[in-house]
Nanobody, 127 residues
């Protein structure tokens, strides 16, 4: 069974940093591109960042320059380093895996392109 487990969420003041982690198994991690999405109350789930199997990254404009996505193959773990946090970053953050049928450089901003999802971790940024 595929499992993605996010951790690292919490309450943080605006301007500070937080790092999210998404742990999974090698069977899930190695063949797939990975991504982070977020969903604020009453809003749709939005793309945040993605990383291909080969390390190509893509970011939403709203987080570019502040967030960094990375993957550690030795630990089968996906990370999201979030700096200069703003109140509008408050949301439940989800990690996702997908694109196993595509090439190593594949990434996507579309949530429907991802096959596996974690349960989410809450990030709350206070002002």
């Amino acid at each position: 069974q595929v499992q993605l487990v996010e951790s690292g969420g919490g309450l943080v003041q605006a301007g500070n940093s937080l790092t999210l982690s998404c742990a999974t198994s090698r069977r899930t991690f190695s063949p797939y591109a990975m991504a982070w999405f977020r969903q604020a109350p009453g809003k749709e789930r939005d793309f945040v960042a993605a990383i291909s199997r080969s390390g190509i990254t893509d970011y939403a404009d709203s987080v570019k320059g502040r967030f960094t996505i990375s993957r550690a193959s030795s630990k089968n773990t996906l990370y999201l380093q979030m700096n200069s946090l703003k109140s509008e970053d408050t949301a439940v953050y989800y990690c996702a895996a997908g694109g196993g049928a595509y090439g190593a450089s594949w990434v996507s901003r579309g949530s429907t392109e991802y096959d596996f999802w974690g349960q989410g971790t809450q990030v709350t940024v206070s002002t």
